[in-house]
């Protein structure tokens, strides 16, 4: 079965253009006929010029029209748009590894060198070539020498480096310092920080930031000699590119104030969401860009600001969170839109370490950070027995934990502090202490820290089982997976959800930065199959516990409201919901 080389669903333009140029390597590399390497070359260049909706142009045929685009290669794409792929490239695909387009990722690896080092030492992916490059084998190559080599050999350094992704929390700090300096400079007006990161994905590729001005270049001049740069990709008058010392990529675009609007909504995307949108003002008649609104007759529709826009086409205002085309723009119509939950409805957090297991703060020190924050309540959440290797508390230090918790009640009052465990879920799902000093505890979260490769079912299993233990109040980093590390174990989760809600049992945003765990998209599911949510920083130190805000981010882009956050609850309420809890378990 022919592998899909795109998701048909959600590819656009810039994807079939990269295939397209794949396409003509792959050509080039086997020996075909230089008028065909030049077609599908060409045509992934005009694919990029092209304004237009790829998706509609195919429909219409007018992409047809388009030079470079004969019928061939229009059947192609018209292939990869319906399938995910087409004739030509699997059987290209067989024909050439993978590993030899990877190394066109390489500054300076041109289809050309690929080909020279594919046939004459056999080099088929970027650890070989690195391998003969360290060995001086590249140099000896016609055309290559010593220079070439050495280029050769920091292009894959600066691709390990430039192209990867980075989570948000790390992308977010090093926008804000640009963003900072960017829209307090003389001729700003508008601004905003875009793309995915406006959007609060988990991780991101690459920094948008977009403003509105009458002049543009004193503003590229600050941007493009700002110290964090290491390397200036462009400079223009609308765009400006570079990247800062730590890879990240920055674009930085100026738009006219009365493009502002549109330019802020495209350009915060998702792309999948800009075609709805776009799709929807087509229906209304108009046209719908960037770089305006424009009707039938080709006349502008001024709006001062994004809220205006959807106004126009019919629609309630959607916050960035939300633009993901999961079904935004339909309850946008339909008056339907959640309101979202806010930083402020959050009043404490659980499940924090301490010096007790292996936080480097102390109880009272994570207390006091917690009501500096503005927080009501904070919950201890250490490592249980099992947990040797991190601390884990015996159940002596459980009960000398409780005692320091009763202390500081009482001087902290009306602040409360909860007193939780973080429990392993041992390999048959048991919790880690006895059912009494379970007891002893306000709540516990249930987490899996040890023997991640079971199968699904019986992952699954593990898991359900905890849930069902009346102890258990909510489970922890529900998937194990580690963002640009480490994936999730394999577990049916919407039986764990389901499973979750039935029992009265959380199910945790951990909003440590690099987990995010549960992903947004499950976390709407929790809310669908009637559970809650409980948003944990898993916080290690007392500058940890704003992590939350990382969390609130997950829980809005899952379309959650304040009462379906446990963390919303009074002190009061919290305490009512764990001991009404426990007597529906029947704990003592």
């Given at each position: 079965?022919p592998t899909r080389i795109?998701?048909?669903k959600?590819?656009n333009?810039d ?9 003509a390597?792959m ?7 230089p008028?065909?390497i ?13 304004t237009e909706d790829?998706r ?5 045929r007018?992409?047809l029209?388009v ?5 061939g290669?229009?059947?192609d794409i018209?292939?990869l748009l319906t ?8 059987d290209?695909?067989?024909q ?7 190394m066109?990722r ?10 020279l ?9 970027v650890?070989?070539?690195e391998h003969?490059?360290?060995?001086g084998?590249l140099?000896?190559?016609p055309?290559?020498?010593?220079k ?10 600066r691709?390990?480096k430039?192209q990867?992704?980075?989570l ?11 963003y900072?300096a ?10 905003i920080l875009?793309g995915?990161l406006?959007?609060?994905k988990?991780?991101i590729?690459d920094?948008d930031i977009?403003v ?6 004193p503003?590229?001049?600050v941007?493009?000699t700002?110290?964090q740069?290491?390397?200036v990709?462009a400079k ?9 010392q730590t890879g990240?990529s920055?674009d930085l675009?100026?738009v006219k104030?009365?493009?502002f609007?549109f330019?802020?909504h ?6 999948r969401h ?13 046209k719908l860009?960037?770089y305006g609104?424009?009707n039938d007759?080709g006349?502008?529709?001024?709006c001062k600001n994004?809220t205006?826009?959807?106004e126009?086409?019919g629609l ?5 969170e939300l633009?993901?085309n ?10 339907t ?9 959050i009043?404490?957090?659980?499940h924090c370490?301490?010096?007790y ?6 109880l ?6 917690a009501?500096?924050?503005g927080h009501?309540f904070?919950?201890t959440?250490?490592?249980s027995?099992?947990?040797?290797y991190?601390?884990g508390l ?5 009960r000398?934990?409780?005692d320091?918790v ?15 465990i973080e429990?392993d879920i041992l390999?048959?799902?048991?919790l880690d202490?006895?059912d ?5 505890f ?15 079912s019986e992952m699954?299993?593990r898991i359900?089982?905890a849930?069902?233990?009346?102890y258990?109040t ?8 580690v963002?640009?590390s480490?994936?999730?174990?394999n577990?049916n989760l919407?039986?764990?959800i389901d ?5 009265e ?5 951990n909003s440590y930065?690099n987990?995010?765990d549960?992903?947004w ?8 199959a009637g ?10 130190h007392t500058k ?5 805000r ?6 809005r ?9 446990l963390?919303?609850k009074t002190?009061s309420?919290l305490t ?6 426990r ?5 003592s």
């Amino acid at each position: 079965m022919p592998t899909r080389i795109v998701d048909p669903k959600t590819a656009n333009k810039d994807d079939i253009a990269r295939v397209l140029d794949d396409t003509a390597v792959m050509l080039e590399i086997t020996g075909a006929n230089p008028f065909r390497i030049r077609a599908f070359s060409n045509a992934a260049r005009s694919l990029e010029e092209t304004t237009e909706d790829l998706r509609e142009m195919v429909k219409s045929r007018e992409l047809l029209d388009v030079r470079g685009i004969g019928k061939g290669i229009f059947a192609d794409i018209e292939s990869l748009l319906t399938t995910g792929t087409f004739e030509l490239y699997e059987d290209l695909r067989k024909q050439v590894p993978a590993g030899v387009l990877a190394m066109l990722r390489i500054s300076g690896m041109g289809p050309k060198k690929v080909k020279l080092v594919y046939d004459e030492l056999g080099i088929k992916s970027v650890e070989e070539l690195e391998h003969a490059g360290r060995a001086g084998q590249l140099a000896d190559l016609p055309g290559f020498g010593e220079k070439t080599q050495t280029n050769i050999l920091s292009g894959i350094a600066r691709m390990r480096k430039y192209q990867s992704r980075f989570l948000y929390s790390d992308a977010f700090f090093q926008a804000n310092e640009i963003y900072d300096a960017i829209r307090v400079l003389p001729g700003v007006e508008q601004h905003i920080l875009g793309g995915s990161l406006r959007r609060r994905k988990e991780t991101i590729g690459d920094v948008d930031i977009l403003v509105s001005a009458d002049v543009s270049a004193p503003i590229m001049d600050v941007f493009t000699t700002l110290d964090q740069v290491a390397t200036v990709v462009a400079k223009g008058d609308t765009k400006s590119s570079v990247i800062l010392q730590t890879g990240i990529s920055v674009d930085l675009r100026v738009v006219k104030h009365e493009e502002f609007a549109f330019a802020s909504h495209y350009f915060t995307g998702s792309k999948r969401h800009n075609t709805e949108v776009r799709a929807r003002a087509k229906k209304l008649g108009y046209k719908l860009n960037e770089y305006g609104l424009f009707n039938d007759a080709g006349k502008p529709t001024p709006c001062k600001n994004e809220t205006a826009l959807f106004e126009t086409l019919g629609l309630a205002y959607i916050a960035p969170e939300l633009r993901e085309n999961t079904g935004e723009i339909e309850a946008a119509a339909s008056g339907t839109l959640p309101q979202l939950v806010e930083e402020s409805d959050i009043r404490g957090v659980f499940h924090c370490h301490t010096t007790y297991s292996d936080g480097r703060s102390t109880l009272s020190e994570m207390a006091e950070a917690a009501r500096t924050l503005g927080h009501k309540f904070f919950g201890t959440g250490d490592h249980s027995q099992t947990a040797v290797y991190a601390g884990g508390l015996t159940i002596e230090k459980v009960r000398e934990q409780r005692d320091e918790v009763d202390r500081l009640n009482e001087e902290m009052a009306p602040f409360v502090i909860f007193h939780g465990i973080e429990s392993d879920i041992l390999a048959d799902g048991a919790l880690d202490y006895p059912d009494d000093v379970l007891a002893s505890f306000d709540y516990i979260v249930a987490s899996i820290h040890s023997q991640f490769n079971m199968s699904e079912s019986e992952m699954t299993k593990r898991i359900v089982a905890a849930i069902e233990n009346p102890y258990t109040t909510m489970i922890g980093h529900p998937t194990g997976r580690v963002l640009l590390s480490r994936d999730g174990y394999n577990v049916n989760l919407q039986t764990l959800i389901d499973a979750a809600a039935a029992n009265e049992v959380c199910l945790e945003i951990n909003s440590y930065p690099n987990r995010l765990d549960l992903d947004w998209r499950h976390v709407r599911a929790v809310k669908e199959a009637g559970g809650a949510i409980v948003i944990n920083p898993d916080a290690h130190h007392t500058k940890d516990i704003e992590f939350y805000r990382y969390g609130v981010g997950v829980a809005r882009k899952g379309w959650l409201e304040k009462v379906d956050v446990l963390n919303s609850k009074t002190p009061s309420q919290l305490t009512k919901y764990f001991a009404a809890r426990r007597k529906r378990k029947g704990i003592s």
